[in-house]
């Protein structure tokens, strides 16, 4: 039969393996969540995205990107224009989840550096995250899908097949 003495040794001894093995992963987890913001700006679409300063920059590319691929679909005037209404007004809807986002960003900073760490606090931080990033998620499919409309089947297949083309490339899906 094992001691007090003994028992207390053994738990003190897992716990300084477990936060050997915490710490490390927590700090890093951190110094790659500061990059990525760094790299991404306020709300970075992916790899690379980050090199703009500013979201107007960003648009910019991406309805260049949108237009290179209507041209492969062929698509006339007024299916661009209404395509390009979607796409705008998905960026006005993306715009205000832009700002929630750095505004929980710094909120989650201050929270984890508390002493002590409210954990209510950084759990309630969390779930706001989570239906921020569902929200934008409903935004781009409402976009998708009210531009899949304006498609024929014919321009919708041709844009999948170009989308799997880039697959490699970090574009599409």
């Given amino acids: 039969m ?11 001894s897992k716990r300084g393996y477990l936060l050997l093995l915490v710490v490390p992963v927590l700090l890093g987890a951190g110094f790659l969540a500061v990059r990525a913001q760094a790299a991404d700006g306020v709300f970075g679409f992916g790899p690379g ?17 949108l237009d290179q691929a209507l041209d492969k679909v062929k698509a006339d005037d007024s299916q661009r224009s209404a395509i390009k209404a979607i796409a705008e007004r ?11 986002r750095g505004r929980l960003h710094d909120q989650l900073a201050a929270a984890i550096t508390a002493n002590p760490v409210d954990r209510a ?15 934008g998620s409903q ?12 498609l024929t089947p014919e321009q919708r297949q041709a844009l999948v097949n170009l989308m799997k083309e880039h697959r490699g490339h970090r574009h599409g899906f």
């Fill in 121 to 135: 606090t950084v759990e309630k931080l969390r779930a706001q995250m989570v239906t921020m990033m569902e929200q």
């Fill in 49 to 65: 995205m980050g090199r703009w300063s500013s979201p107007e920059q960003r648009q910019a590319f991406m309805l260049r990107r």
């Fill in 2 to 12: 094992e001691t007090n003495e003994t028992t207390i040794k053994k738990r003190s």
């Fill in 90 to 100: 998905t960026f006005a809807e993306m715009s205000g989840l832009h700002g929630q």
């Fill in 139 to 150: 935004a781009i499919s409402r976009g998708l899908l009210d531009a899949a409309e304006i």
